[in-house]
């Protein structure tokens, strides 16, 4: 909770004026206890796995015609009823596991150092913890996931996640009730070794979900902003892993893609990466003759 009774006060003790975000979050959070706003990632993580996913889904359903050949996997078509017992699965491990988790981790919140009150972080401070987090994740995650490959991981515990094998939205955050425990570790490291304000930990845990979305929607789309992010996987990079399957040992990453590039987990994608475009200049050179050998049967016959 804010200590100061006022914004007047708040500035005498800061000593300067407070910024519009600044007074903005004063007059939201100096009656709230530090607890109270640390719950809000329930309700933020409950409305990203329940909204973000929706267009997703209407794209999967209608199969809209100028988005059709964006679809990685055009020949897998999910019904329905598919879909909703997948957000209701969802919906069980959230109240189930999720949301308790949220409400008992608390006190290792205040334990690293995480604060709500003023000033506030900068632009740049907030970009830098979150570049922070998530390199730390990718990385950790990397080497679970990896884990979660052997005979006995995935048997027990990784083989829910793989049971869409053409993921939509709301498949992100499907998992086994010990994956999403055990997954939980390397989302507070990053927090954990470099502690910052509640409004970056609040964006962190919702980029992250997002991202994880994006990564699972099935769509990959050359429009996308994430095309920019050095080193970004996006949906086609883990629409690969998915497809493999139980024998996948390729694209473990989370995020990004020099963990596989570096630990050579990435040969399969690569190899049928290359098949696949070798495939597509045979066709375009096939199209082409054929193109031609009619010019040419036209020009005879006239």
């Not at 990203?48 to 059709?68: A, G, Q, T, Y």
């Not at 003023?118 to 996931?145: A, C, K, M, R």
Request: charged share 20%; glycine share 6%.
């Amino acid at each position: 909770m804010i200590p100061y009774g006022s914004i007047p006060e708040a500035e005498a003790a800061l000593g300067r004026n407070l910024s519009l975000a600044e007074c903005v979050w004063f007059k939201y959070s100096a009656t709230k206890s530090d607890y109270l706003l640390y719950c809000h990632n329930i309700v933020f993580l409950l409305v990203i796995f329940s909204l973000v996913p929706i267009p997703l889904v209407f794209l999967e359903l209608k199969r809209v015609p100028f988005l059709d050949p964006f679809k990685i996997q055009p020949k897998v078509r999910l019904s329905f009823d598919d879909i909703f017992r997948c957000y209701k699965d969802v919906m069980r491990m959230f109240f189930l596991v999720v949301g308790p988790l949220q409400l008992i981790s608390y006190p290792s919140i205040k334990l690293i150092g995480i604060r709500a009150g003023l000033p506030l972080p900068s632009g740049w401070e907030i970009f830098s913890q979150l570049l922070v987090y998530f390199l730390l994740e990718d990385y950790t995650n990397y080497w679970i996931h990896r884990f979660l490959h052997n005979q006995w991981g995935y048997d027990n515990i990784h083989r829910v996640h793989h049971e869409y094998a053409a993921p939509v939205g709301f498949a992100a955050p499907y998992a086994h009730w010990a994956e999403i425990l055990i997954l939980g570790i390397p989302s507070f490291l990053g927090p954990a070794i470099a502690p910052g304000h509640i409004i970056t930990f609040w964006l962190w845990i919702a980029l992250r979900q997002i991202e994880a979305i994006d990564t699972h929607s099935g769509y990959d789309f050359p429009w996308s902003i994430t095309k920019y992010i050095p080193f970004y996987g996006g949906a086609e990079y883990h629409d690969y892993h998915h497809y493999v399957g139980r024998q996948s040992q390729s694209n473990f990453a989370s995020v990004f893609t020099y963990c596989d590039y570096i630990y050579g987990t990435d040969k399969g994608y690569r190899y049928q990466k290359k098949i696949l475009q070798k495939l597509k200049e045979d066709l375009a050179n096939g199209d082409e003759q054929k193109g031609g050998s009619y010019k040419t049967q036209d020009l005879k016959s006239d």
